[in-house]
């Protein structure tokens, strides 16, 4: 189903990547627009991102440092690559609304990696869908990502450029942000119970 913002009398039709995207002429989507565009696009849950929530927090940007996930110093996406947070911090502090989306799935146990990598995938392959969709309406948008970028089999860092930079998102958790005070406060949650795994990221848009 076309969203109302596509439903306008005057269509233009512009051609993305390969992907075909109708926009109303002179109609620039709102915040609740692009939260049903996100589901459109396949995420499980989608919202408007409580701004208010954006703290940027040095203790989790050092958990980062702690290399629980294997990241750092692996990927132009995560620190230290990701630049200093002082730095960052100031590109997202410009704006003003945004939206939060996650994607949601079961898994068998905590032991299921194969489902948390499908799941994964398929966040990431949505995020990607999504940005250029909203890049098309707001070309300055800051998308954040859910953990390091793995769109290439192996990453350049730190002896070549970054290969897809339009398609690179700095962490939410580089960024010092708790994900969980991020989703809570958007008024979507963190955990959604046993036996499902959750992946969350978000858009500041203007
Ligand atoms: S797009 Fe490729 S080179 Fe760039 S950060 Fe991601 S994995 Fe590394």
Known sequence: ???????????????????????????????NELTELAKEAGFTF???????????REEVREMCSSDRCRSFGKSWSCPPAAGDL???RKRAERFRSGIV???????QSSFDTAAMHAIMKAHKKNFDKLVRQIRFFYPECLPMGAGACDACRTCTYPDRPCRHPERM?????AYGLLVSDVAE???????YGDNKMTFTSCI???
Do not use: W
């Not at 406060?185 to 955990?191: D, I, K, M, Q």
């Open 101 to 107: 989306v996650q994607t949601c799935g079961d898994i």
């Open 185 to 191: 406060s958007s008024g979507l949650h963190y955990n």
């Open 46 to 56: 989608a919202a408007p991102l409580a701004m208010g929530s954006l703290e940027f």
């Open 1 to 31: 189903m076309l969203l109302p913002f596509f439903r306008a009398a005057a269509f233009c039709i512009s051609i993305t990547h390969g992907e075909k995207m109708i926009a109303a002429e002179g109609h620039k989507p709102d915040i």
């Open 86 to 88: 002082a730095v960052i």
């Open 169 to 173: 998102y700095i962490s939410m958790e």
């Open 204 to 206: 500041l848009t203007d």
